[in-house]
């Protein structure tokens, strides 16, 4: 992701555009490569090194350092660097600060020099290394253990990828219109959507195309910042569709708002080929306690619709299917899916067939407004939960034994 002062855009009356790269520019590709270059051989350098060989490149481009140093934040997202904590290092300092506080409480000296002369005597280190080494586990001092490389045309895909990224962060709402999607690939961009903890209004228009709606985080009032961040995480996967068109209403520090419209004749393209292969760690870790609680029920991420009333749909979060057969959808609706959970038991309460399995975050019912509706929930009190920061077999159980029963 992009920091907020290498986000480029244009502003014209209400209308926001993102200053896109072009793929094809080969002084851009060159930059883009000389840079690549350079992470890939910053295996074992410590941070400040590494940024000391890119910033040659940056200072040398003829692009404008705010399009390099945009490619280089980039290029450090997909770094990894050593963070273990060094607890020699740390004893070490604490002895250090120790030991000159005692020696500065005995002794007075004529000058700085003669302090750390005094101190390099005791420790049996030169000043300077000693200076270094005592701080040798901030992020400066960081060595590269890996680095996840990617080809000069999928840096700049990323890079506009980001400047998309960096306006949704300020969107009050995202409309996406979606059309000719093959059915799996409309799955998992759905799946995806679930998973970044996003909740979408879905229909149909008379053309049959999906409309999906989503909240943005400015017209939230729980964890906007988090929100946001999941609302950006999850926008690479419209660039999977085929056909796509995106509208979203940004709106900065000033009540000012502007429209950003996108679709996919821009310079937008994906920038990663495993679309399909991702599953955030807290889903994996779920799925697995649920195999380890109970073997008479499987559960897997949702991959079917649930039609509701007129021409809107429902994307569950999960499918749980018993050794019976019996197949069952859960939903889960975190801390900023209030209107959106007084939406669905409303629709719930009018329907028929398969009940919908409800869970519901403990952090909703401080909302009077959601604690008020989930007490005169009569499908709720049958097929809904409470839980903290992810279901547990504890509040499932008795749940879908009455749903056995059924």
């Known amino acids: 992701m992009l920091t907020k002062d290498l986000v480029r855009f244009r502003k014209y009356k209400d209308k926001i555009t993102p200053l896109l790269l072009k793929a094809e520019d080969e002084a851009l590709l060159n930059t883009a490569g000389q840079l690549l270059e350079i992470f890939k051989a910053s295996n074992g350098k410590t941070r400040s090194e590494l940024l000391e060989d890119s910033k040659l490149i940056i200072e040398n481009?003829?692009?404008?350092?705010?399009?390099?140093?945009?490619?280089?934040?980039?290029?450090?997202?997909?770094?990894?660097?050593?963070?273990?904590?060094?607890?020699?290092?740390?004893?070490?300092?604490?002895?250090?600060?120790?030991?000159?506080?005692?020696?500065?409480?005995?002794?007075?000296?004529?000058?700085?020099?003669?302090?750390?002369?005094?101190?390099?005597?005791?420790?049996?280190?030169?000043?300077?290394?000693?200076?270094?080494?005592?701080y040798a586990d901030l992020p400066a001092y960081q060595s590269v253990v890996k680095f996840r490389s990617l080809s000069p045309e999928r840096l700049i895909h990323r890079y506009n990828c980001a400047q998309v990224q960096g306006l949704l962060i300020h969107c009050s709402e995202l409309e996406i219109?979606?059309?000719?999607?093959?059915?799996?690939?409309?799955?998992?961009?759905?799946?995806?959507?679930?998973?970044?903890?996003?909740?979408?209004?879905?229909?149909?228009?008379?053309?049959?195309?999906?409309?999906?709606?989503?909240?943005?985080?400015?017209?939230?009032?729980?964890k906007t910042q988090k929100y946001g961040l999941n609302l950006a995480?999850?926008?690479?996967?419209?660039?999977?569709?085929?056909?796509?068109?995106?509208?979203?209403?940004?709106?900065?520090?000033?009540?000012?708002?502007?429209?950003?419209?996108?679709?996919?004749?821009?310079?937008?393209?994906?920038?990663?080929?495993?679309?399909?292969?991702?599953?955030?760690?807290?889903?994996?870790?779920?799925?697995?306690?649920?195999?380890?609680?109970?073997?008479?029920?499987?559960?897997?991420?949702?991959s079917e619709f649930i039609p509701l009333e007129g021409e809107t749909y429902c994307f569950p979060d999960f499918t749980l299917?018993?050794?019976?057969?019996?197949?069952?959808?859960?939903?889960?609706?975190?801390?900023?899916?209030s209107t959106q959970l007084v939406n669905r038991l409303a629709h719930l309460e009018k329907a028929t067939g398969s009940p919908l399995i409800i869970g519901v975050a403990r952090a909703l019912e401080k909302d009077p407004l959601i604690s008020e509706t989930l007490q005169g929930s009569a499908y709720f009190s049958r097929h809904g939960f409470l839980f903290r920061e992810m279901p547990t077999m504890q509040k499932l159980t008795p749940l879908l034994r009455r749903l056995l029963a059924l």
């Not at 506080?101 to 049996?124: P, T």
């Not at 690939?185 to 149909?204: T, V």
């Not at 000033?254 to 495993?274: A, E, G, K, W």
């Open 61 to 134: 481009s003829p692009r404008e350092a705010v399009v390099t140093r945009g490619l280089e934040k980039l290029l450090l997202d997909r770094t990894e660097f050593d963070t273990a904590p060094n607890e020699a290092l740390i004893e070490f300092r604490h002895t250090l600060f120790r030991e000159t506080s005692q020696i500065l409480s005995k002794v007075s000296f004529a000058d700085k020099a003669a302090y750390r002369a005094a101190i390099a005597e005791k420790f049996q280190q030169e000043p300077a290394t000693l200076a270094d080494s005592i």
């Open 177 to 222: 219109r979606l059309e000719d999607s093959p059915p799996a690939l409309l799955r998992q961009f759905f799946k995806y959507l679930r998973f970044h903890q996003l909740m979408a209004a879905i229909r149909k228009d008379a053309d049959d195309r999906f409309i999906i709606t989503v909240d943005g985080p400015l017209n939230l009032f729980y």
């Open 233 to 302: 995480n999850f926008f690479p996967a419209v660039l999977h569709q085929p056909q796509w068109e995106l509208s979203a209403e940004i709106r900065f520090k000033t009540r000012r708002s502007y429209t950003l419209s996108l679709d996919n004749s821009s310079r937008l393209q994906p920038y990663f080929h495993h679309f399909t292969a991702y599953v955030p760690e807290e889903i994996s870790v779920f799925q697995e306690m649920f195999h380890q609680k109970t073997e008479d029920w499987q559960i897997a991420p949702a």
């Open 321 to 337: 299917t018993h050794t019976s057969g019996l197949s069952i959808a859960m939903e889960l609706f975190h801390p900023w899916h």
